[in-house]
Every structure is written in C-alpha cells, then in structure tokens.
C-alpha cells in the first residue's frame, strides 16, 4: 500500500498564522511584559522560536524562551513496552507571577498538553496558561483547547499530521499523511 501525503498548509500559509498567533497573544497580553514562552520538545521549538521572532519584530523586546520535556509526564510511557528517551528540559527563569504561552505544533487527544502543565507546575505558580499550536486537528480525549491556532484541519484519526519546518532541513510544510 502506497503512503500518500497531502500539503495541507505552504510556507505562505504558515508565516501568516504565525503572524496571527503573535498578534493574538499581544492583543490578549496587552504587550509583551510578563510574557514567557515555552515550547514543547520536540515539535513546539522551532514553532515557539518563530513566535518570539515575531514578537521581538513587533514588539521590539525579547520574550524568554523555555523548552519543556514531558516525557516523564505521559500517561503512555508504560504502555509503549520500551525506555523512554528523555530530552533536555531549559526553563532558566522563574515562572511565578508569569504570563506562560505553551507551544505545541499540533494539537491531538489533548494528552500532551495535560503532560506539559503537570510538568509546568514543578517549576513553578504561573498567573496564567495559554496554548499556541499551528494545528489543531480535533479527536480530543480531554477537555482541553488551545487559545491560539494557527489553523484547524479536521483529520481522519489513523491519518498522521506532520509539520516540516525549514529549520530542521526541509521545507515548511504541514501534510497530512
């Protein structure tokens, strides 16, 4: 059987909604201060660096940028059958009393998510958490929506989505698989 993949969002289309994140986030923010930003690892970093580039360009300050490991977290690591492989976690700021916008690349069953803000909440009594995600392609299992997206492509459950982003050596692309 033949994998066939469809583009479902260009380069063009991904510049624009993460521009529209960014101001989003500024709008509901009102500014940047206060403002953190941590990403999901592996597939919210280069999302989140693009966000705070946008900021930056907009706003002309740097927001601090964290990176969230949640493997630990899961509610799957058991069921996988085999050790899970940990990556680094770089929160060098305190989160308390912060404005934490959480990125992701795509949005599924919601369980990631739930994996982040319980790993979140070691490091930390956030004022409030937002999530940012490029897509959002439905079929939660908890209740949990992000506040900013970038765009929704409703997806078959077996499909896989998978977002490429010029920093990791392809071309920016989102597909679905």
């Not at 990556?87 to 795509?106: A, H, M, N, Q, Y």
Request: aromatic fraction near 4%; avoid cysteine; hydrophobic fraction near 40%.
């Amino acid at each position: 059987m033949e994998n066939k993949k469809r583009i479902v969002m260009d380069a063009d289309r991904i510049d624009r909604s993460i521009s529209r994140i960014a101001y989003e986030m500024l709008e509901d923010n009102k500014g940047a201060e206060d403002m953190i930003v941590i990403a999901i690892r592996t597939g919210g970093i280069l999302l989140a660096r693009r966000i705070r580039e946008k900021i930056s360009h907009i706003e002309g300050v740097e927001v601090p940028l964290g990176i969230l490991d949640i493997t630990l977290y899961r509610d799957d690591v058991i069921m996988r059958g085999k050790k899970p492989k940990m990556g680094e976690t770089d929160i060098p700021f305190s989160l308390d009393d912060k404005r934490v916008i959480l990125v992701d690349d795509v949005i599924f069953t919601g369980r990631t998510i739930r994996a982040a803000l319980d790993a979140l909440m070691d490091f930390g009594r956030p004022r409030l958490i937002r999530l940012a995600v490029l897509v959002d392609r439905g079929h939660r299992e908890l209740p949990i929506q992000p506040d900013y997206v970038g765009e929704k492509l409703p997806s078959a459950f077996w499909e896989e989505v998978s977002v490429n982003l010029s920093e990791s050596g392809g071309s920016d692309e989102v597909l679905i698989l």
